[in-house]
């Protein structure tokens, strides 16, 4: 096993030898091992290997480095990566940690080593490079992005009775979405919908943010305005506008069983033409100290109003 010098960053690709088997370019395992060997982490004090390039021919008719890196996300924060493990743990793709990290991480370890994914302990100042962001909490993760589902495919598998979801028109701010997923997972949201032609997605600042909230409400991709408008209001839900000012109080209005809250951008608010299309206008009360809460901070309020009342 190979040990990386301290300080130094994680080394670029090497081409493997040729001849070599296994999906990281090394000789395939001698099968008169005990299989117990493959499934063992490595101890603290020893650098796992890293992940190596596949080879020149496997990328020939694979998908192109452009694709493979729109379907990969890298995700960091612990909480983040612990909940795509639990839930989807084929999605990781490559592990980065810190030292310190190697205990509270053994099971996903353990995971790596028995599927050949490739991790590797590295320093602090490389994990900010990876992560782009000093918030990667000791470790960073390469994962297989998980596509919205069809709003067809989510009315058809949504389970009777009252329901919520969120539909985003214009949020950008990483940091606001990853506060709405972690509010929307907390009080049991269905789904956070996106606009056709949105071009929100998750990031690892979004994730980690999320606390986990990413792995457990799913995203929805909407098709035209109107037809999505209608096929929501066949199976029971109402569409609430969410305003500033000139809706109904949030507090004292009745809330329906099944709601939409559609929540615009920061700073320009919703598309006009898609709050009249609204069934209803509602607004959070407040002292008028400030013309408004930050559309994360809305969403809390917004959530907890329904689940109170659900």
């Excluded at 493997?16 to 005990?34: C, F, I, L």
């Excluded at 353990?110 to 990876?130: F, I, M, Q, S």
């Excluded at 305005?225 to 839900?237: E, P």
């Amino acid at each position: 096993m190979r040990h990386d010098p301290p300080g130094k960053p994680p080394r670029g690709p090497r081409q493997p030898p040729a001849g070599s088997g296994g999906p990281w370019g090394r000789p395939a395992r001698d099968r008169s091992e005990p299989a117990e060997r493959e499934a063992r982490a490595p101890r603290a004090s020893h650098a796992p290997r890293p992940a190596e390039p596949m080879h020149e021919s496997d990328h020939e008719h694979g998908p192109s480095a452009r694709e493979r890196r729109s379907a990969e996300l890298r995700l960091y924060g612990l909480n983040a990566v612990r909940a795509v493990f639990a839930r989807r743990p084929q999605a990781i793709r490559k592990l980065y940690l810190a030292e310190a990290r190697i205990p509270a991480l053994q099971p996903i370890l353990k995971w790596c080593v028995a599927n050949r994914v490739g991790y590797r302990v590295v320093d602090e100042e490389d994990l900010h490079k990876l992560a782009a962001s000093t918030h990667h909490e000791g470790v960073v993760a390469e994962v297989l992005r998980e596509e919205p589902l069809a709003l067809s495919n989510w009315l058809r598998d949504l389970p009777a009775g009252p329901q919520c979801a969120i539909w985003l028109d214009g949020v950008g701010n990483p940091h606001n979405f990853g506060a709405i997923l972690r509010s929307a997972a907390h009080f049991g949201v269905g789904a956070i919908l996106l606009p056709k032609h949105s071009t929100l997605s998750l990031s690892g600042a979004a994730a980690r943010v999320a606390e986990g909230g990413a792995e457990v409400v799913p995203m929805v991709r909407l098709g035209r305005t109107d037809n999505s408008i209608a096929q929501l209001r066949s199976t029971g839900f109402t569409l609430a506008a969410t305003v500033v000012q000139g809706g109904s109080d949030l507090f004292s209005a009745p809330l329906p069983q099944r709601v939409i809250y559609v929540l615009g951008a920061e700073g320009e608010g919703m598309d006009r033409e898609l709050a009249a299309a609204c069934d209803l206008r509602l607004s959070i009360p407040g002292t008028g100290a400030v013309e408004s809460l930050n559309v994360a901070s809305a969403a809390a309020v917004l959530l907890a109003s329904w689940r109170a009342r659900s």
